[in-house]
């Protein structure tokens, strides 16, 4: 069975036992608060002319409609009947807006992941799975003797105090904005119950979804039909998560070995994209928050392409597209202090406990290594079956990487071909779309790379003979001799290159 490294859920347990430990503290109340989308704005500082951004027109586009005419999105179906230009422009702009109202909705899982897991507000056991299935709800006096129920509510009460006064904790800072901006106060005893019953209830609500994207993925390993392609649009509708973790990039270093043999790269690779590059903010395996928020795509896949001898260190560029402003502003951060000469560290933990595979351990020692040198990694403050390792990338390698906001899915970029990317990488990013978006986002990058270019995902993108893109070759990478754990890398080039 091919390797497959998302998983659905953090938790198999029912999600009314959590629900009755909650309910018997408060009245959650379920209906979480809307709030208009947040606004985001573009780095300062574009490695391409603002002006070459735009939406993607209805002539672009007509391609993936003939492909998808029995599929179309309900509200599209008249517009393309009446090849209405107008309509169609409106469509894809109201999408923009929805998948970055998303964002929202992966920062409120994050946020319930840092409940679950988080270290650096709290001395309270994590939550284990294995807590939280022994935890006993039944009666709030039964819920006060318990492990796993005292420490959801110590968690529940440690959080809320966290987010209302979160000094210079830069997670927690965030939070208390995001939550400030759906109009929560944290001043008054009730006002601070309303804050720990949105905790509440936001936990119940991503385990809820959990176990519907889990029961989605079990079905689409039943089915075994187009396993792999149903796999890689179950969270069409989720909320949209920046987190991002290191062996993703062992499977793109991987994949990039590959190619090469492949003779699918070209001698030396000097313009790469990165789409949503991610931050990790509280890691949803390992529930990490010892260290600052940190980015490590960019820097890994530097360093892979270097060791590879398929890049020049001084010559070679990154250009990351997000549509998230937080991810753009850390860029555009670490590039504003190392202009003033900082260096950026990023920590790559890795856990103990987890038989990994000799080469992913191996991927683990070296990472980073090539451009970088090795620095004191810091420490969880509590015992943790962790192995510790940082490095330090000078500032000229920060320099090397720009942040873009780009939404890929609806927006192109339209640069000549001398300015066209070598290589652009997604990981864990496609998922979040259902077929026919997946199929705009190929029309709309198939004109950003360069006459042979390479897009390298570990999402199988529809294959249909009108697409811009075609599927030229894969590799499979496994992490640890866990089932299911590892990454498909497909390579995907223009139909119409050579």
């Known amino acids: 069975m091919m390797p497959w490294s998302r998983r659905a859920t953090r938790f198999s347990l029912e999600p009314g036992v959590l629900s009755l430990l909650i309910l ?3 009245t959650v109340n379920l209906s979480w608060q809307q709030s208009s989308a947040q606004k985001y704005t573009a780095s300062r500082r574009l490695p391409i002319p603002a002006d070459s951004i735009r939406f993607i027109a209805f002539a672009d586009a007509d391609p993936v409609i003939k492909a998808f005419s029995a599929d179309l999105p309900e509200e599209l179906v008249h517009a393309v009947a009446a090849h209405d230009e107008s ?5 894809v702009r109201g999408k923009d807006r929805e998948i970055r109202e998303r964002l929202r909705r992966g920062d409120l899982d994050t946020l319930a992941n840092l409940l679950l897991f988080g270290t650096s507000y709290t001395v309270a056991t994590p939550l284990t799975a294995e807590l939280l299935k022994n935890i006993h709800a039944q009666t709030a006096r039964t819920a006060s003797s318990d492990l796993g129920s005292r420490a959801v509510l110590r968690r529940l009460d440690d959080l809320t105090a966290g987010v209302a006064r979160p000094r210079t904790n830069e997670r927690l800072k965030y939070f208390h904005d995001l939550l400030a901006g759906q109009q929560y106060r944290f001043e008054t005893p009730e006002q601070l119950f309303k804050v720990k019953e949105f905790l509440g209830s936001n936990l119940l609500r991503m385990i809820h979804e959990d176990t519907a994207y889990a029961a989605a993925l079990a079905e689409a390993r039943r089915v075994q039909k187009n396993e792999f392609q149903k796999r890689s649009q179950v969270f069409a509708q989720r909320g949209i998560s920046l987190d991002t973790s290191l062996f993703p990039n062992y499977a793109i270093e991987k994949a990039l070995l590959h190619a090469k043999q492949q003779g699918l790269l070209p001698t030396c690779v000097t313009k790469v994209g990165i789409i949503g590059p991610g931050l990790d903010v509280v890691n949803k395996d390992e529930g990490l928050d010892f260290y600052p928020e940190q980015t490590i795509q960019p820097f890994l896949l530097a360093d892979s392409l270097v060791r590879l001898g398929l890049a020049d260190p001084q010559q070679l560029q990154i250009t990351t597209f997000d549509i998230s402003r937080l991810v753009n502003q850390h860029i555009a951060g670490i590039r504003a202090r190392a202009e003033h000469g900082s260096p950026y560290t990023v920590q790559l933990p890795i856990r103990s406990d987890i038989p990994w595979t000799p080469q992913a351990l191996a991927y683990w020692k070296h990472a980073g290594l090539t451009l970088g040198r090795t620095a004191v990694p810091l420490k969880s403050s509590r015992p943790a079956p962790l192995k510790y390792k940082a490095v330090t990338f000078r500032p000229s390698q920060a320099l090397r990487i720009q942040p873009v906001d780009l939404d890929v899915v609806y927006q192109r970029a ?11 990488i997604a990981t864990n990013m496609f998922v979040y779309y259902g077929g026919f978006d997946q199929a705009l986002a ?6 950003m790379l360069r006459t042979s270019g390479v897009l390298l ?3 199988v993108l529809p294959e249909r003979p009108d697409l811009a893109l075609r599927a030229v070759g894969f590799s499979e990478t496994p992490y640890s001799f866990r089932p299911n754990d590892g990454d498909r890398i497909t390579a995907y080039q223009s139909r119409w290159s050579q």
């Open 24 to 26: 018997s503290i408060f």
């Open 87 to 91: 309509e169609w422009d409106k469509y």
């Open 414 to 424: 339209e640069v000549p071909e001398s300015e066209r990317w070598d290589l652009i």
């Open 442 to 447: 190929m029309s709309n990058l198939a004109p």
């Open 457 to 459: 995902t570990n999402d």
